[in-house]
């Protein structure tokens, strides 16, 4: 038993798989072959963005999909070649393989393997909640940034030239000298392949529109002969069992590698995160961060000894896995066979399929990551993620995807340290029923005469204590009317654990407030509070600082402190009962 539940742990995909189901053997079969009729042009599209051969695309695929599946949590989630990896591949390693091609490879897969090991060192520490450190807007402004510098850099593909900028904005600039440069024919392929992919998607969308389009372009070339018109063609791959290797580390390289391949391994796992939890939310169950930060490692690692290059969540591969039924991660491995088989065998017909047609499904592919819609609307919900976005999105436009990326992790640092260092804070009420409620919400919850019920969102640790202190003083001072007498502090909101320099200012705190005539109530974990308040030797009492079970309770308690006429707070069963099983209201009825 216990050997099960250590492998449940490691791998429970495989744990899911011993306990398949015969009725999932058919939606899985199709789902499979659904998914591999997509991944295999895009794989193929993708190598090239990369800067790789195409069959490097197809090795991509297969060990890491059969990875994914032993050791991955998500039954609909594919994994496989992304826009976003592979542009981050492409603009750290260029530079490097100073355009030897077989350098070029190698360093490939040294980054996809050094970012396997930072996602299983990551799960090793369960950082898994590093899923929700990138928000939204940051990863939006994020996806349109590399969409926009994908498709800018496959316009060379697409009309037939080479540009000589290396950067997206110089690009843009002098995009208008190469319209000279155009190759016609290489612009025709384009706009077939184009028309094609848009009229599959129009009249038969559950069809292949990729694989289509590139079948199409590819049988015209074979009649035609594509030196006959001087089209770029993907041309011989060797094909065959890729032969198992480990990457080369050299140190200085390693170097260069180290923070790009961690910036990688954060944008993969939370673009991951987030198409593994809307389908796992949508199919009716959960996955586990950490399990699934190893899952990504193992999976990258799988790649990188096949000769294969960084992968991440498909999100595109994934729906049409949901939208054809599959049930298990069985769809992964039947999709990774039909790929292998292409692959191993079947490699001649894929020589004919035209570099423009690639660009055209890269730039289709790299639409599906835009949502400038979702962007702007931004400005009327929440305008510090519409700044948060659109600085972004801007950085990665002007300052290339590595930096770009770069300033989103720090940029998701800075707003969780703002959130932190900030939060939002409240005084609190009571209604007519003895009902606490937050003030300003409602015309019927008044202040408590006398009385000033304070409550902090974050919880309190050494860079927060300060403004803590100033905020409390603050409103002890600017309130309208008498000032009050008492102050009670909502505990359980920020005294989440013990902090020396908390504490310490709790003591100047009371020492203030005491000099003020001003008692202080803490209200809410009562014997955690009385404990770090005797260590931090600040005497709790009568003569020192109050401590009560919740805020109900320490109402009743400072009723000395109030009108007479007001209303008596709301007394639960359990408060009846006494001090000791009083209930701790969440978060306080507001």
């Known amino acids: 038993m216990r050997d099960f539940f250590?492998?449940?742990?490691?791998?429970?995909g495989l744990v899911a798989l011993l306990g398949y189901q015969r009725a999932w053997l058919l939606p899985d079969l199709?789902?499979?072959?659904?998914?591999?009729?997509?991944?295999?042009?895009?794989?193929?599209?993708y190598a090239e963005l990369a800067g790789v051969g195409a069959v490097v695309g197809l090795y991509s695929c297969i060990l890491p999909m059969i990875a994914y599946a032993l050791f991955g949590s998500s039954r609909q989630l594919i994994v496989g070649p992304d826009a976003a990896t592979c542009a981050v591949i492409a603009a750290v390693v260029t530079p490097l393989a100073a355009g030897d091609a077989g350098r070029h490879w190698q360093l490939v897969m040294t980054?996809?393997?050094?970012?396997?090991?930072?996602?299983?060192?990551a799960s090793r520490f369960k950082l898994g909640v590093l899923a929700d450190f990138l928000s939204r807007p940051i990863l939006m402004g994020l996806l349109n940034g590399v969409a926009i510098t994908i498709m800018v850099g496959q316009l060379s593909s697409i009309f037939g030239f080479t540009f000589d900028q290396s950067e997206l904005i110089e690009r843009i600039a002098a995009a208008p000298s190469y319209l000279a440069l155009i190759h016609w024919p290489t612009l025709g392929i384009s706009l077939l392949t184009l028309v094609v992919m848009l009229a599959c998607r129009r009249y038969r969308p559950q069809w292949p529109s990729s694989l289509l389009g590139l079948a199409v372009t590819a049988a015209l070339l074979w009649l035609l002969g594509p030196e006959r018109i001087g089209v770029a063609v993907v041309g011989t791959l060797s094909g065959g069992i890729p032969r198992l290797q480990l990457p080369e580390f050299p140190p200085g390289l390693m170097r260069e590698l180290v923070l790009p391949a961690l910036n990688l391994a954060m944008v993969s796992f939370v673009s991951m995160m987030l198409t593994a939890r809307s389908f796992a939310a949508r199919n009716g169950y959960d996955i586990d961060a950490d399990n699934e930060f190893r899952?990504?490692?193992?999976?990258?690692l799988a790649s990188a000894v096949s000769q294969g290059f960084a992968i991440s969540g498909a999100d595109s591969r994934t729906a049409v896995n949901d939208a054809n039924g599959g049930k298990s991660q069985l769809v992964s491995i039947v999709a990774a066979l039909i790929i292998a088989l292409v692959t191993f065998?079947?490699?001649?017909?894929?020589?004919?399929?035209?570099?423009?047609?690639?660009?055209v499904v890269l730039v289709m592919a790299s639409l599906s990551l835009t949502d400038f819609r979702g962007l702007w609307a931004l400005r009327h919900s929440d305008r510090s993620a519409f700044w948060l976005a659109w600085i972004t999105f801007v950085s990665v436009l002007f300052m290339g995807v590595i930096p770009g990326i770069t300033l989103a992790?720090?940029?998701?640092l800075f707003q969780f340290l703002r959130n932190v260092m900030r939060p939002t804070d409240q005084l609190l009420g009571m209604s007519e029923e003895g009902v606490v409620h937050t003030l300003g919400q409602n015309e019927a919850i008044r202040a408590v005469t006398g009385v000033l019920i304070y409550r902090f969102n974050s919880p309190l640790t050494y860079f927060n204590a300060a403004y803590f202190k100033r905020r409390v003083l603050q409103l002890l001072t600017t309130g309208e009317g008498h000032p009050p007498k008492c102050l009670i502090i909502d505990a359980v909101s920020c005294f989440t654990h013990q902090d020396i320099s908390v504490m310490s200012m709790v003591g100047e705190l009371h020492?203030?407030?005491?000099?003020?005539?001003?008692?202080?109530v803490m209200a809410g974990r009562r014997s955690q509070m009385t404990h770090w308040l005797h260590q931090a030797g600040i005497r709790v009492g009568e003569e020192g600082i109050l401590v009560y079970p919740d805020l109900y309770q320490a109402l009743r308690m400072t009723r000395r402190y109030r009108e007479p006429d007001e209303p008596e707070p709301a007394v639960s069963p359990e408060a009846a009962a006494g001090p000791a099983t009083a209930r701790a209201p969440s978060p306080v009825d507001s």
């Open 295 to 300: 899952a990504l490692g193992v999976a990258n």
């Open 409 to 412: 992790v720090l940029l998701g």
């Open 345 to 359: 065998f079947l490699t001649s017909p894929l020589q004919y399929i035209p570099t423009a047609a690639l660009g």
């Open 111 to 121: 980054m996809t393997a050094m970012t396997g090991v930072w996602c299983l060192i």
């Open 30 to 45: 199709r789902a499979g072959l659904s998914v591999a009729a997509v991944a295999l042009p895009v794989a193929i599209a």
């Open 511 to 520: 020492k203030e407030l005491k000099r003020r005539g001003i008692h202080m």
């Open 6 to 12: 250590t492998l449940a742990r490691w791998m429970p």
